[in-house]
T-cell receptor, first 115, second 114 residues
């Protein structure tokens, strides 16, 4: 079974530029999560999708971050414009629906450096 | 509200020694508890989980954890450390009413000395 795929793996941009990350969850997984992990901290949930609907985006800085999950499969997270404090690893995770929703499977992450 | 506290941002043990990583949680209702491992430049991998069945849970790579309700703890142990265990370990908690959102600890970096 293929795991969660993310791209790119690394990205370096200047502040005020925009950037987009892509995630393809495990086939059949209805729930998709985007996390931000700052060095030395645990992951922080940014947004949770159930199929193509948003379940929770309360911690997403909506003035600069946006995310979509068209067709309920892959997802894109965008930052525009980026700030220095956005430097972090962005993790995508997915989980099966109904049973075992609490089990999350993570992709390798995208390491973003904002200079 | 749920919370997770991991004692020690860094833990150093000798190869072959006992590994003990501490996790305490706070939850007003019965929780589900997890340990995840993160190797350098990789995503998080589920190590083991407690979901209200047996209180002693065995995971991958020889790790196990015991749920102790009276102590609100879910410490991770391994009898004999191996160099390949060097990684960062995260404890997380969730409850059914939270839509299964995970609340994460800050992580403990495990260092193995040869």
């Amino acid at each position: 079974e293929a795991g969660v795929a993310q791209s790119p793996r690394y990205k370096i941009i200047e502040k005020r530029q925009s950037v987009a990350f892509w995630c393809n969850p495990i086939s059949g997984h209805a729930t998709l999560y985007w996390y931000q992990q700052i060095l030395g901290q645990g992951p922080k949930l940014l947004i949770q999708f159930q199929n193509n609907g948003v379940v929770d985006d309360s911690q997403l800085p909506k003035d600069r971050f946006s995310a979509e999950r068209l067709k309920g499969v892959d997802s894109t997270l965008k930052i525009q414009p980026a700030k220095l404090e956005d430097s972090a690893v962005y993790l995508c995770a997915s989980s099966p629906s109904i049973l075992a929703r609490y089990e999350q499977y993570f992709g390798p992450g995208t390491r973003l450096t904002v200079t | 509200a749920q919370s997770v506290t991991q004692l020690g941002s860094h833990v150093s043990v000798s190869e072959g020694a006992l590994v003990l990583l501490r996790c305490n949680y706070s939850s007003s209702v019965p929780p589900y508890l997890f340990w995840y491992v993160q190797y350098p430049n990789q995503g998080l991998q589920l190590l083991l989980k407690y979901t209200s069945a047996a209180t002693l849970v065995k995971g991958i790579n020889g790790f196990e954890a015991e749920f102790k309700k009276s102590e609100t703890s879910f410490h991770l142990t391994k009898p004999s450390a191996h160099m390949s265990d060097a990684a960062e370990y995260f404890c997380a908690v969730t409850i059914m009413d939270s839509n299964y959102q995970l609340i994460w600890g800050a992580g403990t970096k495990l260092i193995i000395k040869p």
